[in-house]
């Protein structure tokens, strides 16, 4: 399916006006493949809004996944640094215009944790933060979470028939082999695990890295984007937390400060003894899909390549590291922090 056209800045300023009364000057800001805005208002306020296609028919009166979502946590769970919803002037919690949905947000300002080298304390509340979110969204459910799309892990094997179309291959790593390799094991191993009834699902973040979380110190003061969320598995949570935070220790040991995400996580929320192998093999599967997805979309979206290709070098890195250490050796790590 052709990606539709990008909306513009003007655009963006004509629908919050006309839409929601807010009369702003629009700054674009980096996503995958949503048309998303900064917008400042006369006086320094902001506000986000985002404008993303709609690929399949909504029931006009129901809000999608990712604003019911925003609303359950507004009140479940008011003390989590989530944006909250801005009405249009009609009272609706979003607009679907021209075959695209519209949701205006509160913006949370604060630094990316991208940016900075995250502390073993700041890694905890990482960690933590997650476990909050989760229990928050616990009961929440939602006729559009019964989704899948290219980063959903649980159907990680729905990124096969991707490889045939990647570019050649990255420095230092024979990439098909070992991509190859990852999803034959995801479908003679980690596929009959997941089929287990004593595997806890719900709704999940499914994205919660470093470009998605704001921090101050050492603590998280903003958990954005919550457009990837859907029912799955509560340990790829988990491992896709983690998996952002390997490699960042400067001893040595790469996998150190993924455990302090994890150990924060079961620190709030107990994890359980079938957890840990899961959770090892989500975090090679996110970073095997972040090699996968990101070159795919680069070819499809040329004019966004530099964007959607700025981590893929240190996914690669990561995902041979990990994958030299094993699954087994991860899991007895994973372990060793639950006790």
Known sequence: MPLPPRVSHDQAEEIAAAHYGVSAVAERLPAEHDDTFRLTVADGTTRLLKIAPLHAPVAAAAPSVQTALLLHLATA??????????????????????????????????????SRPASAALRRDIGGT??????????????????????????????????????????????????????????????????????????????????????????????????????????????VAACYQFGADADGDPLAPALDVIGGYHAVSPLEPGDPALIGEFMLLRLAARIIVSQWNAAREPANRDYLLRRTPQAAAHFAALRAIGPDAVANRIREVLQ
């Open 130 to 239: 997650l476990a909050r979110l989760d229990q928050a969204l616990r009961p929440f459910t939602h006729p559009g979470a019964n989704r899948t799309h290219l980063w959903d892990l649980q159907n990680f094997h729905q990124l096969r028939p991707l490889l045939s179309q990647l570019p050649g291959e990255l420095p230092g790593m024979d990439q098909r082999a070992a991509l190859v390799s990852c999803l034959d094991r995801f479908e003679a191993v980690v596929l009959p695990r997941l089929a287990d009834p004593a595997t806890r699902r719900q709704v999940i973040h499914t994205d919660f890295h470093g470009d998605n979380l704001l921090v101050d110190a050492d603590l998280v003061t903003g958990v954005l984007d919550f457009g990837d969320s859907l029912a799955g598995p509560l340990v790829m949570d988990v491992g």
């Open 77 to 114: 769970a008011p003390a989590l640094p989530v944006q909250r919803v801005t009405a249009t002037l009609d009272g609706q919690s979003e607009l679907r215009l021209d075959g695209r949905l519209v949701r205006m947000t509160s913006y949370l300002a604060g630094t990316p944790l991208g």
